[in-house]
């Protein structure tokens, strides 16, 4: 147990609908990253914010957005689905998000299918 | 941009045999490099890394990866596999002063009882 905690587990929608995947980073670790595993894309950065505001951002489409919440909590929302966007999410955190050599502690991950 | 390229996707030993998983980067500047593994069903866990000094990297589980600088490589190796292994593995890089990781495709290692 990495201490990164994922909700849901599973979430199977429609296409056209909206998502909200949620993210809880381990106890003091104030950088938040999220990325999709997919079978054709791979293992693919999405975005990562650090103590509330966004750090860094990676192929998102513009469909997907994400937030850090004061404490510390981040949501990753996905909006106007389709069936490519089904796939592995996975949140990982760090202690800080400025320091390259620190080490991101992976969730289990929330399976989205889209039908 | 930095890539990273796995060539063996799959992979089937025999216990005992002797693992080696190619990891290949590119990108022209400073990299730290990264080896996750993600048992079946599991999240994805760290089992060494790189930043600097000693290129040969001892990790969890008896793994060790070697930076070879002039060949943008970073192998992963075990002498021994046990059937506990089978998992998949992910080669990673950052680029300072982005944490953001760049992974490989991935290589589904299974071990043969």
């Known amino acids: 147990d990495s201490g990164v905690t994922q909700t849901p587990k599973h979430l199977i929608t429609a296409t056209g609908q909206r998502v909200t995947l949620r993210c809880s980073p381990r106890?003091?670790?104030?950088?938040v990253y999220w990325y999709q595993q997919s079978l054709d894309q791979g293992l693919q950065f999405l975005i990562q914010?650090?103590?509330?505001?966004?750090?860094a951002k990676g192929n998102i489409l513009e469909r997907f957005s994400a937030q850090q919440f004061p404490d510390l909590h981040s949501e990753l929302n996905l909006s106007s689905l389709e069936l490519g966007d089904s796939a592995l999410y996975f949140c990982?955190?760090?202690?800080?998000?400025?320091?390259?050599?620190?080490?991101?502690?992976f969730g289990p991950g929330t399976r989205l299918t889209v039908l | 941009a930095q890539s990273v390229s796995q060539h063996n996707h799959h992979v089937i030993l025999s216990e005992a045999a002797s693992l080696e998983l190619g990891c290949n980067y590119s990108?022209?500047?400073?990299?730290?490099l990264f080896w996750y593994v993600q048992y079946p069903g599991q999240h994805l866990q760290l089992l060494l890394k790189?930043?600097?000094?000693?290129?040969l990297v001892k990790g969890i589980k008896g793994f060790e990866a070697e930076f070879i600088k002039s060949k943008f490589s970073f192998n992963l190796r075990k002498p021994s596999v046990q059937w506990s292994d089978t998992a998949e593995y992910f080669c990673?890089?950052?680029?300072?002063?982005?944490?953001?990781?760049?992974f490989g495709g991935g290589t589904r290692l299974m071990v043969k009882p």
């Open positions: 990673a890089v950052n680029a300072p002063p982005r944490n953001m990781l760049t």
């Open positions: 990982a955190s760090s202690v800080d998000g400025g320091l390259y050599t620190d080490t991101q502690y």
């Open positions: 914010y650090y103590n509330g505001e966004e750090r």
């Open positions: 790189y930043f600097s000094g000693d290129p």
């Open positions: 106890s003091g670790d104030l950088s």
């Open positions: 990108y022209g500047g400073t990299v730290n």
